[in-house]
């Protein structure tokens, strides 16, 4: 029987040491294993960087291998993406995202840290990245980092997040007894490495396979909206459409869903002159 | 590995280090050079989002001098051909970034720039 999603909390211990123990350390360690099965992008974010103008150039904040490093596949070389990730060595597989001898920009560095010039990039993703930040404020500010990375007169930017409501195709099941309506889920999800990938050494054995636990914070029906919401009133940022709105600038909620088990806000920053 | 497309976005953020921490300074730099496909729409359209001064210099500092001071009004061919090449084809290896500000040192180990902080340098 397959190793269940078991409920936790990240309580009395320093956040940075909680998602280096269960978020950094896992990941390096199961990097090729865990590359190999994230392969398909999809669809709503592929459709988001196909509508992207040649010329621009984005951030793609958790790229983990890399995986929307070549998109568009359509018009490959009419955008940049750069790909910034936690994991050394999952960027060593990101490097060559795509194959067909292209080098990918790669950059190891931490979603929290503001290390883009503000304003740098025409479009960031963050894909599958912030529901591995332990605490509701850093999320919030990884959030922050993503808007303050994109340009304030035209950047946009789609953000991706597990959600405690999976659908019928997803191998996961959250358990459900401690899910507040606002706060969503903390959980740790099993990652098996199956007979035939390279054994890591230190993933808890059990009489199958060695089996390791990450950290999600699963998130809620509106909380990623909330979350977008705060991170924006905070740098004094009105949430709005252009015209509507009140304020200078602003962020405008182009949209906002759920689609297959993930919640996703996609968003546009926008300045009056 | 990393290019200067890359070096014309990142700036320092150690603890307090907020103005004059673009561009990184280039320190050490072994490049090797790598062909890589020329689309000229992308740089038209990339051009004026470029930090023009940061990249001549960094240019400079890795040994080629083809790009002009000033951006040109008029952009063609050869000038792309330039661009095109001082942006996405020489391949930072190894070396090092230095904020001109409060000198912290960003590492560039097998053409992957080290951006994390220690603990005592986050804000």
Redesign the interface.
């Known amino acids: 029987m397959a190793p269940a999603v078991t409920a936790t909390a990240v309580d009395d211990v320093d956040p940075q040491i909680y998602e280096d123990r269960h978020v950094h350390a896992v990941y390096d360690e199961i990097a090729p294993h865990f590359s190999s099965t994230r392969y398909k992008p999809w669809p709503i974010i592929a459709q988001f960087l196909a509508s992207l103008?040649?010329?621009?150039?984005g951030l793609d904040s958790g790229t983990g291998n890399g995986k929307y490093l070549p998109l568009p596949t359509d018009r490959?070389?009419?955008?940049?993406t750069?790909g910034?990730d936690?994991s050394?060595n999952l960027?060593?597989i990101a490097?060559t995202a795509g194959g067909n001898n292209?080098?990918r920009?790669?950059?190891?560095?931490?979603v929290l840290?503001?290390?883009?010039?503000?304003g740098?990039?025409?479009y960031a993703i963050s894909i599958a990245t912030i529901h591995h930040l332990a605490t509701w404020e850093r999320r919030k500010v990884a959030v922050q980092r993503l808007i303050q990375a994109i340009?304030p007169t035209h950047g946009r930017a789609l953000i991706y997040v597990w959600a405690v409501e999976q659908d019928g195709l997803s191998k996961r099941s959250i358990p459900r007894d401690q899910v507040l309506q606002t706060c969503g889920q903390d959980v740790f999800v099993p990652w098996v490495v199956t007979q035939g990938q390279p054994q890591p050494k230190s993933a808890v054995h059990t009489s199958t396979a060695p089996v390791f636990k990450r950290y999600y914070h699963m998130f809620t029906k509106g909380e990623l909206t909330s979350l977008v919401h705060e991170a924006a009133k905070e740098l004094e940022l009105t949430v709005g459409a252009k015209g509507d709105a009140e304020g200078k600038r602003g962020i405008e909620i182009v949209r906002d869903g759920w689609e297959r088990s993930n919640y996703y806000v996609e968003l546009r920053r926008w300045e009056c002159r | 590995m990393v290019r200067l497309i890359t070096h014309n976005l990142l700036a320092c953020h150690a603890k307090g280090c907020t103005t004059n921490n673009f561009p990184l300074k280039l320190q050490g730099i072994v490049v090797e050079v790598r062909e890589a496909e020329f689309n000229a729409e992308f740089l038209r359209g990339f051009l004026p989002r470029i930090e023009w001064t940061a990249l001549v210099n960094a240019a400079r500092e890795l040994g080629d001098t083809s790009l002009p001071t000033e951006m040109p009004e008029m952009v063609d061919n050869d000038f792309l051909k330039n661009l095109h090449h001082v942006l996405l084809e020489m391949h930072i290896d190894e070396g090092a970034m230095i904020c001109p500000n409060c000198g912290h040192k960003y590492p560039i180990l097998n053409g992957i720039p080290n951006m994390l902080l220690a603990e005592h340098e986050i804000g």
């Not at chain 1, 840290?113 to 503000?118: A, F, G």
């Open positions: 103008p040649t010329g621009w150039v490959p070389g009419s955008v940049w750069v910034l936690r050394r960027l060593s490097r292209v080098i920009e790669v950059v190891w560095g931490d840290e503001r290390s883009w010039r503000d740098a990039f025409d340009s």
